[in-house]
């Protein structure tokens, strides 16, 4: 059975202008009146996941995550600049809620054109108009022009012509809190419906009830980047910790510990090897042993790994390192350079490396880890950049070393007297 969402390697770029530069009048007078510099931004970069027909799929993450821009790139709302994307089914998209109503139609003739819009025929329309002027509570206002209406009003209308299309797949951004309490609960009755009918929803919402009640799956992202898709419970801890830890960063507070989820892994895209030793499981945690997937900075860290020997009987070379968003390596070692020797019990094995201090800047990173033969010519399994940690706390204002520093100043009355002493030798 075919997906019913496919989205493969997806990339979308965006200009944006350079913040270095002068936004005033003045200043850019002043700087000989250049033009702004645009700096390409990818808002999304190798984003792959697959959604089955029938399940129900969070998209969560912090703001700036891009989780609109992905439902928007779904829905047909802009064209990606890498990868692609496959949807099979009707979908009905509630994005921007209300964007698509004209403001000197009334509300009778915007739902006949947003109904049309969305693949009804007219007739289609006529025959549920009253269920869905019903719906959107807008007997009284139906023939006024959607130009007096209110926002509520407005967001009303379009999420009761959205979900009366009966789509195959239904995208919602940010839309199931429109109106009052009432109202909240009667679009969510609604949303369960067209789920308990096998449609496919994927849902954006900065509401943890929303998602814990509609879905069956999330997709966790963060500036762009996909962290981790899976099962409700183990990515919703994930996000729940990069919350704690944001909240932590903002307010100096040492970061709330969370156990790092399964990761999901990929073969050809965040994994490779030969498979003739497989690493089994990754473990993060503070010199405490209490797992986590944040620290603060200068805060030691232990990363560990279980593996296992298939088709081989000589020892590896393990491989960690630490990547920022950006993919760049901000360190790496291996077994090799310590002249460690991986134990062996049986087929398996365990290998931890102790971070005394983790001097990076307050930044997202990534952790990588890999097994390697003993002439570095076959690698047997390498995870890439696929477990997530966080590190909070004050930083510098560029780079990613964050070593121990301190300031010094003399007093200007200690220089003025040193400088007269010098001039008084001469």
């Known amino acids: 059975m075919r997906a019913a969402i496919s989205v493969q390697n997806l990339g979308k770029r965006f200009s944006t202008r350079d913040r270095g530069r002068p936004s005033s009048l003045k200043g850019r007078l002043l700087s000989g009146y250049r033009a702004p510099k645009r700096e ?7 984003i792959s996941f697959s959604i089955p027909r029938g399940r129900a799929v969070g998209v969560v993450g912090l703001n700036g ?30 994005l921007d809620i209300g964007v698509g109503l004209t403001d000197e139609l009334t509300g009778r003739e915007n739902v006949y054109l947003l109904g049309v819009i969305a693949g009804m025929l ?22 006024a022009p959607v130009r007096t209406y209110s926002t509520g009003m407005r967001m009303r209308l379009a999420f009761a012509v959205a ?30 419906a067209i789920r308990a009918a096998g449609s496919t ?4 919402s900065h509401d ?19 962290v ?27 970061p709330a510990f969370a156990p790092l989820p399964h990761a999901r892994l990929v073969p050809e895209v965040n994994r490779f090897g030969s498979g003739e030793m497989l690493i089994e499981a990754v473990r993060l945690s503070t010199p405490e042993g209490i797992a986590t997937g944040a620290i603060r900075a200068g805060d030691g860290l232990t990363i560990e790994m279980d593996y296992r020997y298939v088709h081989v009987d000589e020892p590896p070379i393990a491989v960690i390192g630490i990547y920022a ?48 033969s003993g002439d570095w010519a076959k690698v047997y399994d390498y995870h890439a950049e696929t477990y997530p940690v966080r590190v909070t706390g004050r930083g510098t204002s560029k780079g990613y070393v964050n070593p121990p520093l301190s300031w010094h100043s003399e007093r200007a009355a200690d220089l003025v007297q040193s400088t007269a002493e010098g001039m008084g030798r001469r």
Request: aromatic share 6%; net charge negative.
């Open 201 to 204: 929803i994927l849902l954006v």
């Open 208 to 226: 943890d009830s929303q998602i814990r009640a509609l879905c069956d799956d999330v997709v966790l992202l963060d500036h762009g980047r996909l």
């Open 163 to 192: 979900v009366t299309v009966q789509p195959e797949i239904l995208l919602i951004d940010e839309v199931l809190a429109v109106g009052d309490l009432a109202f909240q609960r009667k679009c969510l009755r609604r949303v369960e």
């Open 325 to 372: 968003r950006d993919d760049s390596c901000c360190f790496e070692t291996n077994s090799a350079l310590a002249d460690v020797v991986l134990e062996r019990r049986g087929d398996s094995g365990t290998i931890a490396l102790r971070i005394t201090r983790l001097d990076l800047a307050p930044e997202d990173y990534r952790v990588t880890v890999g097994l390697f």
């Open 122 to 143: 007219r007739a289609e329309v006529h025959a549920r108009f009253d269920e869905i002027v019903a719906f959107a509570e807008l007997e009284e206002f139906i023939d």
């Open 40 to 46: 390409p931004f990818w808002a999304l970069r190798n």
């Open 228 to 254: 981790a898709y899976g099962p409700l419970d183990e990515t919703m801890a994930l996000y729940d910790a990069s919350v704690d830890a944001k909240v932590a960063d903002d307010e100096g507070a040492p």
């Open 65 to 94: 995550a891009g989780k609109s821009t992905l439902l928007r790139l779904i829905g047909g709302v802009g064209t990606a600049d890498e990868g692609q994307i496959r949807v099979n089914g009707r979908v009905g998209a509630l």
